[in-house]
């Protein structure tokens, strides 16, 4: 199996118990519309949850692996520098959700 670029290989971090560590995708400035109108990072919007990858696990965790994007509350995180490079710590139970490459074929669905 060949090693993902986009995961974080080598961090100076052990995790304990069921401790995530995800990098948040994209900017969380301003983003755009489907229509293309760019929001501002100072609108003030509903509860929005965000997507991050994974690159890091506890030993604990059962549901989530490295490499594995997950949808979480940004409220409610703890943000860590590691290298330069800013992360969050998550408790998996703060995890929603996880992304599905695929679904099986005699699969049921994804209920969040």
């Known amino acids: ?9 080598g961090l100076p971090i052990r995790l ?5 560590l995800v990098r ?10 489907s229509a293309g109108i760019v929001i501002p990072a100072t609108a003030a919007v509903g509860r929005r949850l ?13 549901s989530i692996v490295a490499g594995d994007r997950v949808l979480f509350d940004p409220d409610d995180r703890s ?3 590691l290298h330069g490079r800013g992360y969050v710590l998550l408790r998996e139970r703060d ?10 074929p ?3 669905g994804l209920y969040l």
Request: glycine share 8%; hydrophobic share 40%.
């Open 16 to 20: 304990l118990h069921d401790r995530v």
């Open 50 to 62: 965000s997507w991050a990858t994974a690159v890091g696990v506890g030993p604990h965790v059962r």
């Open 79 to 81: 943000e860590v520098e």
């Open 24 to 33: 948040l995708e994209g900017n969380e400035g301003e983003r755009r519309s």
């Open 106 to 108: 005699d699969a049921t």
């Open 1 to 9: 199996m060949t090693a993902d670029p986009d995961l974080d290989h």
């Open 95 to 104: 995890v929603h959700a996880v992304a599905a490459q695929r679904v099986e």
